[in-house]
């Protein structure tokens, strides 16, 4: 194989391994309001690309939905204070952010408020 030959090889290479970060893409929401929902955690995915959340919200006719919130990755949200044991499943929060563009009951997350008050943030300090 020629010298040639081997560096297109790699150049191939390369660019098949970095597909996957170009493939990413932003949350499909609408930005033009911010959706707040009040609920127990049902399950709490550290991990990335992104922290999920299960979230069991009773609505005001009693029925519950079942939301999907979730913010950037780990470091992202290490920055912002949060750790894999910030909340649990049983915690109760208000999360507030912009919901998925088709109606998913889907959030990304901006902000969300602890049951004892405390703001905790996703994107950025405030």
Known sequence: MTKRAVVALAFVGILA???PLLAHHSWPVDTSRAVTV???ITSYEWGNPHVMMGLEVKTQSGAIEKWNVGG????RMEANGWDK?????GDVITATGYQFSD???V????KVVMAGGKEMFLYGRR
């Not at 950037?72 to 470091?75: D, G, K, N, R």
């Not at 959030?107 to 901006?110: I, K, S």
């Open 38 to 40: 009040s609920g127990t």
């Open 107 to 110: 959030l990304r997350l901006d």
């Open 103 to 105: 109606g998913q009951k």
């Open 17 to 19: 391994g970095a597909s």
């Open 72 to 75: 950037p990755s780990t470091t």
């Open 85 to 89: 044991n910030t909340l649990k499943p």
